[in-house]
């Protein structure tokens, strides 16, 4: 099975909040990772998503450790949109 992962820095100008954390998140620029799967058997090429991780803290804050937390498409998009900002994405495919 073909993989790919897809890297995206997303920014929030406000602090916000997801579900599977208890204490909000600082405003800042954070590298968001999509894990997909080719689908095969298809005559064009088609993936299937199947994680999404965001990197946390920031990208900006100097930590030696950092952690993926698994969250869903949607609420990323809802905490952009909640944000105002839309969002600022600069993708990039990683092997």
């Known amino acids: 099975m073909t993989e790919r992962t897809t890297e ?25 990772v999509v894990d997909e799967e080719l689908i095969e058997g298809l005559s064009f090429t088609a993936y299937r998503r199947v994680a999404t991780h965001l990197e946390i803290p920031a990208i900006s804050v100097a ?4 952690q993926f937390l698994q969250v869903s498409q949607q609420e990323i998009d ?10 600022d994405v600069r993708p990039r495919t990683v092997s």
Do not use: W
Not at 9 to 30: D, M
Not at 78 to 87: K, P
């Open 63 to 66: 930590i030696n450790r950092r």
């Open 8 to 32: 995206t820095e997303i920014t929030f100008t406000h602090p916000f909040r997801l579900e599977s954390l208890s204490e909000p998140l600082e405003a800042g620029t954070y590298r968001l």
């Open 78 to 87: 809802a905490v952009l949109a909640n944000d105002g900002t839309g969002s």
